[in-house]
């Protein structure tokens, strides 16, 4: 089956600072999808990457796939509070329905 | 649109006692998945249905675990017998289908948080 790796599992920084999780996956992807979980809630869908190299912007956040669709990054520029809680990759199966497959998530915990 | 109904929210249950969870997905979505989070486990598909009928039920941990999607606006999850290690956070999620403009993206209920004694 389709293995996905996310690293790190946790991640502690003081506000302000800049923040990446990385997703790798052991086959190449036909697209990628990002969620966020707050403590306590569920997961919330974030952005869809499709294109090899593609790189999408939401505010402070940077979504990258890799050239060779295997593996993906989000990058929070000067951290806040509220970007407090876990990111999870999810890896599509191919072919015309999009059922994913969550990595294991980073936790972020900001410090003020 | 309310989003993806689930309930009970919470639940407290004694081991050997049955288990249903319930929920209403977003009206129009055609898929409907089952997870489970847990620290040691993350989140893992138990279940999904297409047009109320069930595609893949590989994740379903064993015998005591069922799903049913008896219609477009209501599935269940069942637990008979419980046992301690079903405690978790089960969520349900809907997404559209073929023809839709949605990405792919999942829809989560807020989930249900089961602890087993």
């Known amino acids: 089956g389709q293995q996905v790796m996310q690293i790190p599992q946790y991640q502690h920084v003081q506000e302000g600072e800049d923040f990446t999780t990385y997703c790798n996956s052991s086959?190449?992807?036909?697209?990628i999808q990002w969620y966020k979980q707050r403590p306590g809630g569920h997961p919330v869908f974030l952005i869809q990457?499709?294109?090899?190299?593609e790189v999408k912007k939401q505010k402070r956040l940077t979504f990258q796939f890799g050239e060779a669709k295997k593996n993906s990054s989000l990058h929070i520029t000067a951290t806040q509070t509220t970007d407090v809680g876990t990111y999870f990759c999810?890896?599509?199966?191919?072919?015309?329905?999009?059922?994913?497959?969550f990595g294991r998530g980073t936790s972020l915990i900001v410090h003020p | 649109d309310a989003g993806v109904i689930q309930s009970p929210r919470h639940e407290v249950t004694e081991m050997g006692q049955e288990v249903t969870l319930r929920c209403k997905p977003i009206?129009?979505?055609?898929?409907l998945f089952w997870y489970r989070q847990t620290m040691m486990r993350g989140l893992e598909l138990l279940i999904y249905?297409?047009?109320?009928?069930?595609?893949?039920d590989s994740g379903m941990p064993e015998d005591r675990f069922s799903a049913k999607m008896p219609n477009a606006s209501f599935s269940t999850l069942k637990i008979q017998p419980s046992e301690p290690r079903d405690s978790a956070v089960y969520f349900c999620?809907?997404?559209?289908?073929?023809?839709?403009?949605?990405?792919?993206?999942?829809?989560f209920g807020e989930g249900s948080r089961l602890t087993v004694l």
């Open positions: 999620a809907s997404k559209g289908g073929f023809g839709t403009p949605a990405t792919g993206e999942l829809f």
């Open positions: 086959t190449t992807l036909s697209n």
């Open positions: 990457l499709v294109k090899s190299g």
């Open positions: 999810a890896l599509g199966t191919s072919g015309g329905s999009y059922i994913p497959t």
């Open positions: 009206s129009g979505h055609d898929y």
């Open positions: 249905f297409n047009n109320n009928v069930p595609i893949d």
